[in-house]
């Protein structure tokens, strides 16, 4: 779950919120790449997960 962690770009403090909770500035992500290929398999993760989740309660 680290990229979910974005990095403000004035006081380089990390947090889970668009604007820095110490200094108010803009927070972005350190990892734009995972983001976008995060989003891109998401569905195939959901799908993924229920299949899982179906084959364990079968058992
Ligand atoms: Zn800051």
């Given at each position: ?25 803009a ?33």
């Amino acid at each position: 779950m680290v990229w979910l962690l974005r990095r403000c770009t004035g006081c380089s403090q990390y947090t889970l919120k668009d604007t820095c909770p110490r200094c108010g500035g803009a927070a972005e992500s350190p990892h734009p790449a995972k983001f976008s290929l995060d989003d891109k398999y998401r569905r195939y993760r959901i799908l993924m997960k229920r299949m899982a989740e179906r084959k364990q309660q079968s058992r």
